[in-house]
């Protein structure tokens, strides 16, 4: 036993035949008096698979990486295979078989996936093998992956990898790693469908295996598809128990999640774009360079008619980023040309595009859509300070300002301290509804909105989708872009695939869309 894993208190036969782990009692408090767990008890299970659910904020995280090693708990008692532990570092939760998968991959690139997998693994056989005979090593782990039900190319690059493979590969790791409980954060949020089928085929496997998996996620229908038992936390502590999913339905799960009944559809007015169809925005030909100077756009063509919500549908790290840069002025084009309501607004300032009747809801909410160190006032009026009626003869107007800002807050929403307050000190849902009150202030005639719900939570999200809507009907073009599929479909009247740069699929009815077919034009195995 390593010297930083202690092993205290035998827990009853009971939980030592049914409970792999058991967790009683946690409670964590941050440095600066935030309360993210207020005594919570969880147990897992030998052999299932068992969904956390729950609003940002409500503790999901902090529980799993308490039980992974990386955070230490206040007060509780955590008991694996009937033994009390403190663990002091996730080396001390791998040693009895407990590993986490995080949201975003931590492979490397440039490595191929069978160093990937062996990379930092302490037995002296392994390193010896990948210091002498790669090959050996990689026919290990082909046969090794094959054998899980987890078959990958050994020899492939990483970064040449799609995402649901790359996630393969970080499960492997842990598997190689002779882990018994699995800890999967967000595992499908920027999956396809056919991928997300084939890690839920695969999740089913290892379960059959004996494996213990946590599926941590915000999405009630996959977490009702796939668990064997569901827990949800709210605000620190465990709002509900479910042993049979069966019994519970997609709605009542988002209800028990946020404490409150959540509207689970919007309603839209007739697609304005069928019929008189202007477009308002289109982009011929374009070619867009990134940052390493190789093309990301390819010759793209797209066309957005007012009155619609366009969605663009793709794995991550096909263009989507360029594409939004170079319409919004924020990146020049190698060729191609853009149009906005009549105007070219190709290689044109930001300024410029903005000024023609354009919104933005940006992806990087702190990096591109707030200044944290300003205020909630100041941020809902950073792009209209100098106009009239905020400023006049160049002097502000403060107490306009705090006028608009209260009604901002109280129309939309936003949970603040105070107007005055640094936005730092706001959640991500009330950082975007604070975005959203700022861009619809504009009275825009064309949103692009580039991941607008990543990361929130079921209600935050639902907020989003209904300004998303409301504007739509008002006769508003919106551009969505998104990874989560599900967003495209409830919200798109039609959908344009993206993939190598390029679109390569249109549809025109959503309703009839057969996934598989839109999955692999995603993963580029149609063109």
């Given at each position: 036993?390593?010297?930083?894993?202690?092993?205290?208190?035998?827990?009853?036969?009971?939980?030592?035949?049914?409970?792999?782990?058991?967790?009683e009692?946690?409670?964590?408090?941050?440095?600066?008096?935030?309360?993210?767990?207020?005594?919570?008890?969880?147990?897992?299970?030998?052999g299932?698979?068992?969904?956390?659910?729950?609003?940002?904020?409500?503790?999901?995280?902090?529980?799993?990486?308490?039980?992974?090693?990386?955070l230490?708990?206040?007060l509780?008692?955590?008991?694996?295979?009937?033994?009390?532990?403190?663990?002091?570092?996730?080396?001390?939760?791998?040693?009895?078989?407990?590993?986490?998968?995080?949201?975003?991959?931590?492979?490397?690139?440039?490595?191929?996936?069978?160093?990937?997998?062996?990379?930092?693994?302490?037995?002296?056989?392994?390193?010896?093998?990948?210091?002498?005979?790669?090959?050996v090593?990689?026919?290990?782990?082909?046969?090794?992956?094959?054998?899980?039900?987890?078959?990958?190319?050994?020899?492939?690059?990483?970064?040449?990898?799609?995402?649901?493979?790359?996630?393969?590969?970080?499960?492997?790791?842990?598997?190689?790693?002779?882990?018994?409980?699995?800890?999967?954060?967000?595992?499908?949020?920027?999956l396809?469908?056919?991928?997300?089928?084939?890690?839920?085929?695969?999740?089913?496997?290892?379960k059959?295996?004996?494996?213990?998996?946590?599926?941590?996620?915000?999405?009630?229908?996959?977490?009702?598809?796939?668990?064997?038992?569901?827990?949800?936390?709210?605000?620190g502590?465990?709002?509900?128990?479910?042993?049979?999913?069966?019994?519970?339905?997609?709605?009542?799960?988002?209800?028990?999640?946020?404490?409150?009944?959540?509207?689970?559809?919007v309603?839209?007015?007739?697609?304005?774009?069928?019929?008189?169809?202007?477009?308002?925005?289109?982009v011929?030909?374009?070619?867009?360079?990134?940052?390493?100077?190789?093309?990301?756009?390819?010759?793209?063509?797209?066309?957005?008619?007012?009155?619609?919500?366009?969605?663009?549908?793709?794995?991550?790290?096909?263009?989507?980023?360029?594409?939004?840069?170079?319409?919004?002025?924020?990146?020049?084009?190698?060729?191609?040309?853009?149009?906005?309501?009549?105007?070219?607004?190709?290689?044109?300032?930001?300024?410029?595009?903005?000024?023609?009747?354009?919104?933005?809801?940006?992806?990087?909410?702190?990096?591109?859509?707030?200044?944290?160190?300003?205020?909630?006032?100041?941020?809902?009026?950073?792009?209209?300070?100098?106009?009239?009626?905020?400023?006049?003869?160049?002097?502000?107007?403060?107490?306009?300002?705090?006028?608009?800002?209260?009604?901002?807050?109280?129309?939309?929403?936003?949970?603040?301290?105070?107007?005055?307050?640094p936005?730092?000190?706001?959640?991500?849902?009330?950082?975007?509804?604070?975005?959203?009150?700022?861009?619809?202030?504009?009275?825009?005639?064309?949103?692009?909105?580039?991941?607008?719900?990543?990361?929130?939570?079921?209600?935050?999200?639902?907020?989003?989708?209904?300004?998303?809507?409301?504007?739509?009907?008002?006769?508003?073009?919106?551009?969505?872009?998104?990874?989560?599929?599900?967003?495209?479909?409830?919200?798109?009247?039609?959908?344009?695939?993206?993939?190598?740069?390029?679109?390569?699929?249109?549809?025109?009815?959503?309703?009839a869309?057969?996934?598989?077919?839109?999955?692999?034009?995603?993963?580029?195995?149609?063109r």
């Open positions: 036993m390593g010297a930083g894993l202690t092993m205290q208190t035998r827990v009853s036969g009971r939980e030592l035949l049914r409970d792999v782990v058991v967790m009692g946690i409670v964590k408090v941050y440095p600066g008096g935030t309360v993210a767990l207020r005594g919570v008890d969880f147990s897992l299970r030998y299932e698979i068992h969904c956390l659910l729950g609003e940002n904020g409500a503790g999901k995280t902090t529980l799993m990486k308490i039980l992974a090693g990386s230490r708990p206040d509780g008692r955590v008991v694996v295979k009937g033994e009390e532990v403190r663990f002091r570092s996730p080396a001390d939760a791998a040693k009895l078989g407990i590993g986490m998968v995080h949201q975003h991959f931590s492979l490397i690139p440039s490595f191929t996936v069978a160093e990937n997998i062996v990379l930092g693994y302490p037995e002296e056989g392994v390193r010896q093998k990948l210091k002498l005979d790669i090959e090593l990689a026919e290990e782990i082909r046969r090794f992956s094959e054998d899980v039900g987890l078959p990958v190319n050994p020899n492939a690059l990483t970064r040449e990898l799609p995402a649901g493979m790359k996630q393969r590969v970080e499960i492997l790791r842990l598997l190689y790693r002779r882990a018994d409980v699995l800890i999967l954060d967000e595992p499908t949020s920027i396809t469908p056919l991928e997300v089928g084939e890690l839920f085929k695969a999740l089913r496997k290892l059959a295996q004996g494996k213990t998996i946590v599926l941590v996620t915000h999405k009630p229908r996959e977490a009702l598809a796939i668990a064997d038992r569901i827990t949800v936390l709210r605000r502590r465990v709002a509900a128990r479910i042993e049979d999913p069966g019994e519970i339905d997609e709605s009542g799960l988002a209800e028990l999640i946020v404490g409150e009944r959540v509207a689970t559809s309603s839209k007015v007739g697609n304005l774009a069928r019929g008189v169809r202007r477009p308002a925005l289109t011929k030909d374009l070619y867009v360079l990134d940052d390493r100077g190789v093309e990301a756009v390819k010759g793209l063509d797209l066309e957005l008619y007012e009155g619609e919500i366009l969605g663009v549908a793709g794995v991550v790290g096909n263009g989507q980023r360029e594409l939004v840069e170079a319409i919004l002025g924020l990146r020049r084009p190698v060729k191609g040309r853009i149009t906005l309501l009549g105007v070219e607004v190709t290689g044109k300032p930001v300024g410029e595009v903005i000024s023609l009747g354009l919104a933005y809801i940006p992806e990087e909410r702190l990096l591109r859509g707030v200044s944290t160190e300003l205020s909630v006032a100041e941020n809902l009026v950073v792009k209209q300070y100098g106009k009239e009626p905020f400023c006049r003869r160049y002097l502000i107007n403060v107490k306009l300002i705090k006028e608009f800002a209260r009604g901002a807050v109280r129309e939309y929403n936003i949970v603040a301290p105070d107007i005055n307050s936005v730092k000190f706001l959640s991500g849902g009330n950082i975007q509804r604070l975005i959203i009150a700022r861009e619809l202030s504009l009275n825009p005639r064309v949103v692009i909105a580039e991941q607008p719900t990543a990361g929130l939570d079921v209600k935050a999200t639902n907020f989003v989708h209904e300004k998303l809507i409301e504007l739509r009907n008002r006769g508003v073009a919106v551009l969505l872009i998104s990874a989560d599929l599900d967003e495209i479909l409830k919200l798109s009247d039609r959908i344009a695939v993206i993939s190598g740069g390029r679109i390569v699929k249109v549809y025109d009815c959503v309703e869309i057969d996934l598989r077919e839109l999955s692999e034009y995603m993963l580029g195995i149609r």
